[in-house]
């Protein structure tokens, strides 16, 4: 009954932002109610399962005084592949999922094609890129659509936005809507478990463990999230920026089997520091595993240095934690920056 009376709360002060909500198909595990929670107080958005503490004195006791393990001399290996993207604007082709690098995928699916958190500029406000944009951003066809998990710098870029097209919807958490339209674009905004209509596709926004804060706008002042992209045919999921935490069961029960899991294992070091907004590569494999979807496409490592670990050592951690559980490696599709892969076709999981 307290399960129930905690997702009627929620249902009753969910906010209007142009979706509808996804009422849940049954009752909810008490173990996941935190996640239907109210989650705005006053102008401020927060996790209410859990909050970030601590986040001012760790990053002073991670830039002052912590000492890293980590060789970063080391030039990090990370393979890139030619491709100018034209398949994008080409009809009946096979579904593909292309890296553009960090947290960006251009996903094709039939006549559609959908991009998430695309960054295609040489920084992310002050780190460069270590590698160009997989594809060319001219490649992208202008019905396009995007999906934006959070305002951080990795994730929205102006530039990037100013440059795609302008016939493009994007499908952005709350308080993000204003920032998009003002660039002269189209902007549909949504809360955790709000849906969105674009042509054949459900595109529902999921509750993330992160943050949010961009120069002009407050920390917490809009909200961050993951999305599930659902055509009728295939499901797709993209993390954005997430630490481990209980929603990807809860995403596993009423969505599952998930196609296609989309989810960051880099920008995990120090532990201290970003254990509670970032996942480390065994943590995203539990993720994984929560889901229960059928393909892993890591990402958010190899772009963009934002933290102590190497930037080519996510993938390698990953492969051996996918050892030590005994998870095939064939649904662990590790692709280079610019990597194309049809994911219903057989693929070796190492790196090319």
């Known amino acids: 009954m307290q399960v129930l009376l905690l997702v009627s709360l929620f249902l009753t002060v969910a906010f209007s932002a142009g979706g509808k909500s996804v009422s849940p198909s049954n009752e909810v595990p008490p173990e996941a109610a935190s996640l239907y929670l109210v989650h705005r107080r006053g102008g401020e958005f927060f996790n209410p399962w859990g909050e970030m503490e601590g986040k001012a004195w760790d990053f002073i006791r991670w830039k002052v005084f912590d000492w890293s393990p980590y060789e970063k001399w080391r030039k990090p290996e990370l393979p890139v592949v030619e491709n100018d993207g034209s398949y994008l604007s080409l009809p009946d082709q096979p579904p593909s999922i292309t890296w553009i690098g960090h947290a960006s995928f251009a996903v094709q699916d039939g006549a559609d094609v959908f991009l998430t958190d695309p960054h295609f500029s040489k920084r992310a406000l002050l780190p460069a890129r270590w590698n160009p944009p997989g594809i060319p951003l001219e490649s992208v066809p202008g019905d396009a ?4 998990s959070h305002n951080h710098y990795d994730h929205l870029d102006a530039e990037t936005v100013d440059r795609l097209p302008a016939s493009m919807t994007w499908f952005v958490p709350l308080g993000l809507g204003e920032w998009i339209r003002e660039r002269g674009r189209k902007a549909v905004e949504l809360d955790w478990w709000e849906s969105a209509q674009q042509g054949a596709w459900t595109i529902t926004c999921l509750p993330s463990q992160h ?19 659902d055509n009728g045919k295939r499901r797709y999921f993209h993390a954005g920026d ?12 009423r969505f599952g089997p998930i196609d296609v899991a989309m989810l960051p294992i880099g920008a995990y070091a120090p532990r201290f520091m970003m254990r509670y907004q970032h996942m480390d590569p065994e943590e995203a494999l539990e993720a994984y595993l929560d889901l229960d979807a059928q393909l892993f496409y890591p990402m958010h490592y190899g772009t963009f240095d934002l933290t102590d670990e190497p930037l080519d050592l996510p993938p390698k951690e990953l492969m051996q934690a996918v050892e030590r559980r005994g998870v095939d490696p064939g649904q662990i599709r590790l692709l280079p920056v610019g990597g ?10 190492q790196l090319q």
């Open 145 to 148: 659509f995007a999906v934006i």
């Open 211 to 229: 943050w949010s804060s961009r120069i002009g706008q407050a920390p917490n002042t809009t909200l961050w999230c993951a999305f599930l992209m």
């Open 242 to 253: 997430t630490g481990y935490f209980h929603g990807f069961r809860e995403y596993g029960r």
């Open 340 to 349: 194309r892969d049809f994911p219903w076709k057989d693929f070796s999981g």
